[in-house]
């Protein structure tokens, strides 16, 4: 299986990093104001924003030789959590695109959304 590229400092991502974690809850309300509540997941779903805005050539080829290889947001791979260090093994893009400015010579920047998957 396919890792998330490491940058040349050893880090997951650049600062500033988001991560979010979304719960999903069914609320069925009946005619007598009593309410009945269950969990669409069996556990959270997580997000990471992973900015990439300082990179060096050789970082951003491998970024798109990654995007390429995972055919956009159909692959899947494994993505440590810059928080926990906990490795994820079933996280794909979240979009189908990869956008990637080049702000100087031998710079660039992007945004990745990584998901983990259930």
Same mark, same amino acid.
């Given at each position: 299986?396919?890792?998330?590229p490491?940058?040349?400092? /050893?880090? $997951?991502?650049?600062?500033?990093? =988001?991560? $979010?974690?979304?719960?999903?809850?069914?609320?069925?309300?009946?005619? +007598?104001?009593?309410?009945? =509540?269950?969990?669409?997941? &069996?556990?959270?779903?997580?997000?990471?924003? $992973?900015?990439?805005?300082?990179?060096?050539?050789?970082?951003? +080829?491998?970024f798109?030789?990654?995007?390429w290889?995972?055919? /956009?947001?159909?692959? =899947?791979?494994?993505? &440590?959590?810059?928080? &926990?260090d906990i490795?994820?093994?079933? #996280?794909?893009?979240e979009?189908?695109?990869? =956008?990637?400015?080049? &702000?100087?010579?031998?710079? #660039?920047? /992007?945004?990745? $959304?990584?998901?983990?998957?259930?």
């Amino acid at each position: 299986m396919l890792e998330f590229p490491i940058l040349k400092t /050893g880090a $997951v991502s650049q600062y500033p990093v =988001r991560r $979010v974690t979304a719960f999903s809850t069914r609320i069925l309300r009946y005619l +007598d104001g009593s309410e009945q =509540r269950f969990r669409l997941f &069996t556990a959270p779903a997580r997000k990471w924003i $992973v900015n990439l805005s300082a990179l060096d050539e050789r970082e951003a +080829d491998s970024f798109l030789k990654f995007y390429w290889s995972l055919q /956009g947001s159909a692959g =899947r791979f494994s993505f &440590t959590d810059p928080w &926990t260090d906990i490795m994820h093994t079933n #996280c794909s893009l979240e979009l189908d695109e990869l =956008r990637l400015e080049y &702000t100087a010579p031998g710079q #660039c920047r /992007g945004t990745l $959304v990584v998901r983990q998957n259930r």
